[in-house]
């Protein structure tokens, strides 16, 4: 099992920018892909962005793509998304995720640890 723990969320507003960071332990860090997911109160969860176990290969939800970036560092157990150009639409508990294997992916049930979220609003 993975422990993660989201930072970095906040209130911003509208064009700028966040870091939220994501540090994970438990199974070898290196092993697993990281995604990150957002949700709001009565909508459905939705992908944000992946990366694959070295970070060599990534994937973005196209309303964010151009405007996020996600890294990781393995040797610090951290995983990273980088928004920029902040939408008041971009507001939503965002959630770190551990995949089952080392492939990114952007299904929600491919992953099977969860952070407990972290709050980003934007406003306009």
């Known amino acids: 099992q993975v422990q993660l723990v989201e930072s970095g969320g906040g209130l911003v507003q509208a064009g700028g920018s966040l870091r939220l960071s994501c540090t994970a332990s438990?199974?070898?860090?290196?092993?697993?892909?990281m995604g990150w997911f957002r949700q709001a109160p009565g909508k459905e969860r939705e992908f944000v962005a992946a990366?694959?176990?070295?970070?060599?290969?990534?994937y973005y939800a196209d309303s964010v793509k151009g405007r996020f970036t996600i890294s990781r560092d393995n040797a610090k157990n951290t995983v990273y998304l980088q928004m920029n150009s902040l939408k008041p639409e971009d507001t939503d508990v965002y959630y770190c995720?551990?995949?089952?294997?080392?492939?990114?992916?952007?299904?929600?049930?491919?992953?099977?640890?969860w952070g407990q979220g972290t709050q980003v609003t934007v406003s306009s």
């Open positions: 990366i694959n176990w070295m970070g060599g290969t990534t």
């Open positions: 438990g199974r070898t860090f290196s092993s697993y892909a």
């Open positions: 995720a551990a995949a089952r294997g080392r492939a990114a992916v952007t299904r929600g049930e491919e992953y099977r640890d």
